[in-house]
């Protein structure tokens, strides 16, 4: 087989907050996996890409901006194998993401979506949803504010007008679930797949055996497969009563706590995806 060249393209700042460095760490440590392997493997940032410095047919990304999405996916309708999607990536957008999962049957808070302009404490009353999540909803978050937590209407119907005013047209407003929080991890195709309390006085580790993992999984995996991404990780809450629930999705997370044992998994299925994609041409 001819060398592969593969493009890999970094995240834009503004769309890692807190996680520039850890996203950065992630997409270099595979693309080390993937020179053993013997391939090309070039590195650029979004604005390198956006401008039109990529030339490579196989491209694995941590895309988030707008633009970048667009070019991704007119690349894939050329033919290119992009990973993750730039359709799937779009996919994960909060409004388009709560749509997908709560449309395919995925355990998800009951949610509603609105204009950000709209008088919603009526409403939240009738459907008897007290405490709150409202996250922006026609892109991924660039700032903490773009999710937010509201304690009753009122106090919902505060932060929609502050989104309003920030210039933001729509959010979705998930009912808050009791319970833990438990982070996860997964490559699609393989057996990787990690998943950690991240704060231990909540429950932590003492509700680890309450945990269903083979139902966790399905669940990600399922939510992976409607949303068209390979490389995911994401959030859910571990109710008392064992149940679970997916409360976000992340295309291509930074995989902080689980790097070194991912990034062999995920250059697995990159070779394996450019095997079957050399395939068909």
């Known amino acids: 087989m001819a060398e592969i060249k593969i493009a890999g393209i970094m995240r834009a700042g503004v769309f890692s907050p807190n996680h520039i460095g850890n996203d950065a760490a992630i997409l270099n440590l595979v693309a080390e996996q993937l020179r053993k392997r ?7 940032s979004e604005e390198q890409f956006i401008s039109g410095a990529v030339e490579e047919r196989i491209i694995l990304n941590m895309c988030r901006e707008q633009r ?32 997908i999962l709560l449309g395919s049957n995925i ?3 009951e949610s509603l979506m609105v204009n950000t302009d709209e008088a919603i404490r009526d409403t939240l009353t009738r459907a008897k949803i007290n405490r709150c999540w409202i996250k922006r909803g026609d892109f991924h978050a660039m700032h903490k504010e773009d999710v937010s937590y509201a304690r009753h209407p009122e106090e919902a119907q505060e932060i929609l007008q502050e989104y309003f005013l920030r210039g933001i047209k729509r959010a979705v407003i998930n009912r808050h679930l009791e319970g833990d929080l438990v982070k996860f991890y997964g490559v699609v195709g393989t057996p990787f797949f990690y ?11 003492e509700r680890e055996h309450q945990i269903d993992k083979q139902y966790l999984m399905d669940i990600c995996r399922k939510a992976a497969d409607v949303l068209d991404i390979k490389v995911y990780g994401g959030d859910c809450i571990l109710g008392a009563d064992g149940s679970l629930s997916i409360i976000d999705f992340n295309d291509w997370p930074s995989f902080a706590p689980c790097r070194n044992e991912a990034a062999p998994y995920i250059a697995k299925y990159v070779m394996a995806a450019v095997k079957q994609h050399i395939s068909k041409d």
């Open 38 to 44: 013997g391939c090309e493997v070039n590195i650029y």
């Open 107 to 109: 355990p998800y808070p």
């Open 195 to 205: 998943y950690f309390f991240p704060f231990e006085h909540g429950g932590g580790k």
């Open 68 to 99: 970048s999405i667009a070019l991704l996916q007119e690349k894939e309708n050329q033919g290119a194998l992009v990973i993750n999607s730039g359709y799937g990536i779009e996919n994960c957008t909060r409004e388009r993401m709560t749509r």
